[in-house]
């Protein structure tokens, strides 16, 4: 617990010091703040009405004191449903990166630190899932299966995003692994469990921070991308499918660029925000970037 409160502490100073991780997290709070107070300002705006309920408006209706961002084709306020969608896109990629994140975790401490055939079956199994044209076959699953839920869809993302974070945390944990307090924890007569939660994992957090950021990132980058052909839940509103539904409603040629521009600025703010975060704490804890050895 001292070991988590210490580099809790070092990522704070590092956030005071280091301009990317700041202005990184700035940006993903705010979107995540936009994201929370979707539900109370459309209660302020428009009471118990729907403001996503078909027909709750006239349909193209140019921006306004009332429409920030217009209405859509079907009569919805697209302010309110960008919202929806920024909160949808923000929840898959959590959970996503949490499964991910949990997974991966797993599978890579018990493969790094125990080596041996735990570590060439796990090995094997997380560099199969690599070499799969992974995007392909997600297509493919969430065209014939019923995702109708946001948590199926999750899962379904999470199968193919928790190798990325295996490998990163693998290598981390083979080079804790070596240094010298760990063989001091075994001379100790400390169990595997013990050194695993107490000693590894602890120097483990800034690269599953950085581990969960990826798999958030490509989730939502996957998920875009399938939403963007039409793919997926029709009921889970994200910023892709906003995105898929402006291109078929032919907003660019119509020249209103109110209902297509702003999610896609949420979305290139969302992966900037990310990059900036990992490309900070690259810098902050990887070694080979920082030319020294050890943590």
Do not use: C
């Amino acid at each position: 617990m001292l070991k988590i409160i210490k580099i809790g502490a070092t990522i704070k100073k590092y956030l005071r010091y280091n301009y990317k991780l700041k202005i990184g997290f700035a940006l993903i709070v705010t979107l995540v703040f936009l994201a929370l107070i979707e539900t109370p300002i459309n209660y302020v705006r428009f009471g118990e009405s729907d403001p996503l309920r078909t027909g709750a408006f006239g349909r193209y209706l140019p921006p306004s004191i009332e429409h920030p961002l217009g209405t859509d084709l079907v009569g919805r306020d697209m302010l309110s449903m960008i919202l929806e969608g920024l909160k949808n896109s923000l929840l898959l990629g959590v959970e996503v990166g949490t499964i991910s994140m949990i997974i991966g975790t797993v599978v890579a401490i018990i493969s790094g630190y125990k080596g041996g055939l735990y570590d060439t079956i796990l090995r094997t199994l997380t560099d199969s899932i690599l070499v799969l044209p992974s995007w392909l076959i997600f297509v493919i699953l969430t065209l014939y299966m019923r995702l109708e839920s946001i948590h199926s869809f999750s899962l379904i993302l999470a199968i193919f995003n928790w190798p990325w974070v295996a490998r990163t945390i693998r290598a981390q944990t083979l080079a804790i692994k070596k240094l010298p307090y760990i063989d001091l924890a075994k001379m100790s007569g400390l169990r595997d469990i013990e050194i695993i939660f107490g000693e590894i994992l602890p120097n483990l957090l800034p690269y599953l921070i950085v581990g969960f950021a990826n798999a958030l990132m490509g989730a939502i980058l996957a998920e875009s991308g399938v939403r963007m052909i039409g793919l997926g839940p029709s009921t889970l509103i994200t910023l892709g499918l906003i995105i898929y539904w402006s291109m078929n409603w032919g907003v660019l040629s119509l020249k209103m660029y109110h209902i297509i521009v702003p999610p896609i600025l949420l979305l290139v703010t969302i992966f900037a925000s990310l990059n900036l975060l990992n490309i900070g704490l690259e810098e902050q804890f990887n070694p080979r970037i920082k030319k020294i050895t050890g943590l």
